[in-house]
């Protein structure tokens, strides 16, 4: 080991030295963020090949996102060899499972009846299968989606028909038949589903030994990083490939669990020791990554969820940097002309992150207009440009400068909530065109026996003519006040993409200008290819998970988008899981950044997060605020001194802060106090409990205390 980290010039504290050679065996690695899991798994890859003379074909890395996969090889190539990275088996989950059923149709010589569901098709089958059960034509957006986030958990928890009544009955009886209804749909049209894709290869594994022996010589050493975002199914895929040798490195932290929607099953890290042979656990506690002041915030903010495994103490290995800050804006458009100016400074390597991909156009839109380097990050697909809100939005612009379009007529006049009905609709559209006035008029002509119904005729023509004289973004702004926003919220639309569009509308000067720009401005981005060796990150904060940066901004981080607001119809312990993920992800947010970090809110949103690491009371003229820490793990770094503890832990240096004041107490109070709770994991399996790896770190510095 010391000649190959020489070589390479790897840098690890002792336990993760002790991980990057525990090469066969069970091992897993629970961590905090930033704390090297990442590093250590592609030290151990390297150290794997090169001293302990293991084929990279006969590793097999998996981890969760393909902006992860990436990730790790790079991070391989740059420290080893680029051609040896080319040969490792670094992959998604999804990605090895294609695999699996691919060799399986080839070496049984099946039909191949596996093609992949995309997400229109899904989406089409389930709102059919909604319709047939409820009898509702038009189905609400967020059932379809509740519905198929409900498949996904089957699948990938592996219910079975007993265990799936239990779970959703007596309420949710329509999900069985659901279910099934669904799994014949798919079988008729010969798909599968992205999860099925992991039910077909575990079946195809456990069906055929030969082939599951095949895949366990082929990989006879797996690594999984992200491991608490992996789910039943996929640790049982995982399990089952590792039988053989027994031979698995599994990193994670029930902390930065974020998948949960997708069934993320972080309970299995605690059972490791029950599923594998003779298990050894470590346990890393050292951020490297990020300054002290955000390691500190980031610690205060996770320690307020109830639901953790384990409590974890978090140090940071860095200076103080620079305090964290927020900067308030007043609209919401405002954050990305704020971070797009920001981006244009010189700059280390920097990040915005947000909550939902559709964040992502109006900051592309900006940076495309001010040439600014960009490159976006994301694993889903786009559906922004031709989701409903977006498309109902645009007929109503088109209407409003046309009066004569028909096809734009017909898709809103049924949305303003006059109830106009579609006789006299259709009926306004072609008399209107052989008498050569406009749809309006006529309309307002075919309602004159009835009088109310003409008053709203009239005024549904006035407020589209008082649209039409307006910029872009109010004439957004007037179609949701005067109409949309209601049939949104009945429909139970995202009316938050209106904010996006209204992002975009300020850009432009006409509403013909902007409509122009909206078709052109998907084309644009499709074409765009970055060139430049530095660009900024555009990314989602789920896409963002494992990767660092030197500077992160995160943007619509106000309450109802982050913390996202819950369904009414979600019961009390939905909706508390829901807020602690909420916090997960806010975590695994502040967490890339390594020396800077901004918080952008928005002076009209309450924001919930936000104030918990910076408070609004102490913005200062500029809107920008510095850190003040809260509780007793943080520091008050501009009035207080820290104490720096450094003690052998392990053999190892490690180095803490502990705040002198306002807690006069002794120091082993204070240790017995933050690490009384052992993690239940690591406390059997490791040679010494925390509080003893402490003590014998603080005897040795115990006179710094007394002065
Ligand atoms: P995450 O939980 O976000 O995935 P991680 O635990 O995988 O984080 P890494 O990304 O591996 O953490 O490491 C974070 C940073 O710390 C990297 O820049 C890495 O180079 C650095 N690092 C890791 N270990 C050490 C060490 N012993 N000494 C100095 N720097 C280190
Ligand atoms: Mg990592």
């Known amino acids: 080991y010391q000649r190959f980290s020489e070589k390479y010039n790897i840098v690890l504290n002792l336990q993760q030295q002790r991980a990057v050679q525990a090469v066969s065996g069970a091992n897993l690695m629970i961590a905090v963020p930033g704390s090297g899991k990442t590093t250590v798994m592609v030290a151990r890859m390297g150290y794997m090949i090169y001293c302990k003379g293991i084929a990279p074909e006969n590793i097999l890395a998996i981890t969760y996102t393909k902006s992860a996969t990436n990730d790790i090889k790079q991070r391989f190539a740059q420290k080893f060899d680029k051609n040896i990275a080319d040969r490792l088996n670094i992959r998604t989950i999804n990605s090895l499972c294609e695999q699996i059923i691919t060799r399986y149709v080839q070496k049984y010589n099946r039909p191949n009846r596996y093609k992949l569901l995309n997400e229109n098709e899904q989406c089409a089958i389930i709102k059919s299968i909604y319709t047939s059960i409820t009898g509702d034509k038009f189905p609400h957006e967020a059932d379809i989606i509740e519905a198929q986030t409900k498949i996904s958990y089957i699948k990938n928890m592996m219910l079975t028909t007993p265990e799936l009544r239990e779970e959703y009955l007596p309420e949710d009886s329509i999900y069985e038949n659901f279910y099934n209804k669904y799994e014949d749909a798919l079988k008729s049209n010969q798909r599968m589903d992205y999860d099925d894709q992991l039910r077909f290869a575990k079946i195809f594994l456990e069906k055929k030994p ?419 820490f809260k509780d007793k793990h943080t520091l008050l770094s501009d009035t207080l001194k820290p104490i720096i503890v450094s003690g052998m832990i392990n053999n190892v240096t490690e180095t803490t802060s502990i705040p002198a004041q306002p807690y006069k107490r002794s120091i082993s109070e204070y240790i017995s106090e933050t690490n009384d709770q052992p993690n239940p994991v690591s406390e059997e399996k490791t040679t010494m409990s925390k509080q003893q790896k402490y003590e014998i770190g603080l005897s040795d510095v115990s006179d710094k205390f007394t002065q």
């Open 210 to 628: 030969d082939l599951l022996c095949e895949f366990q010589d082929k990989y006879q050493y797996i690594c999984v990083d992200e491991a608490q975002d992996t789910s039943k199914i996929q640790h049982e895929i995982v399990r089952l490939l590792a039988s053989k040798r027994n031979n698995v490195f599994m990193v994670g932290d029930e902390d930065q669990s974020i998948y949960r929607f997708r069934a993320a099953y972080p309970q299995a890290l605690l059972s490791f020791a029950d599923i594998y042979i003779n298990p050894y656990v470590l346990f890393l506690e050292t951020n490297y990554r990020s300054t002290k002041q955000i390691v500190s915030a980031a610690q205060s903010f996770i320690s307020h969820n109830i639901n953790r495994h384990s409590e974890k103490y978090m140090r940071s290995s860095r200076g103080d940097g620079k305090p964290i800050k927020r900067i308030n804006v007043m609209k919401k458009h405002e954050q990305y002309s704020t971070v797009a100016e920001a981006s244009m400074q010189d700059h280390g390597q920097m990040a915005i992150l947000y909550r939902n991909n559709a964040n992502a156009i109006p900051l592309m839109d900006l940076f495309l207009r001010k040439n600014i380097p960009f490159q976006r990050l994301k694993d889903a697909g786009e559906n922004f440009f031709t989701c409903k809100v977006v498309q109902d939005i645009v007929y109503f612009l088109r209407f409003a400068i046309n009066p004569n379009d028909a096809d734009a007529f017909k898709q809103i006049y049924y949305k303003c909530g006059y109830g106009f009905n579609q006789r006299a609709a259709n009926w306004s559209c072609t008399k209107s065109l052989q008498k050569g006035i406009s749809i309006s008029d006529e309309l307002i002509n075919q309602l004159s026996k009835w009088r109310s119904l003409e008053q709203k005729a009239l005024d549904f023509k006035e407020k589209m003519k008082r649209i039409a004289a307006s910029a872009p973004q109010d004439a957004i702004d007037m179609i949701c006040n005067y109409w949309y926003r209601d049939y949104a919220r009945e429909k139970e639309l995202d009316i938050g993409k209106c904010d996006i569009l209204y992002s975009l509308a300020v850009q432009e000067k006409t509403i013909t200008g902007f409509l122009e720009h909206l078709e052109l401005l998907p084309k644009l981005i499709e074409n765009y290819h970055c060139s430049a060796e530095n660009p900024v990150i555009l990314s989602t904060i789920h896409s963002a998970k494992g990767l660092e940066f030197d500077i992160v901004y995160i943007v619509d981080a106000y309450d109802g988008s982050l913390p996202h607001s819950d369904r009414e119809t979600a019961k009390e312990q939905e909706r508390i899981d829901n807020y602690e993920e909420e916090r997960r992800l806010f975590y695994v947010a502040i967490t890339r950044a390594k020396n800077e970090l901004y918080l952008l809110s928005v002076n009209e949103y309450r924001t919930a997060f936000i104030n918990e690491i910076v408070p609004e009371a102490h913005t200062n003229k500029d809107n920008e605020v510095n850190v003040v």
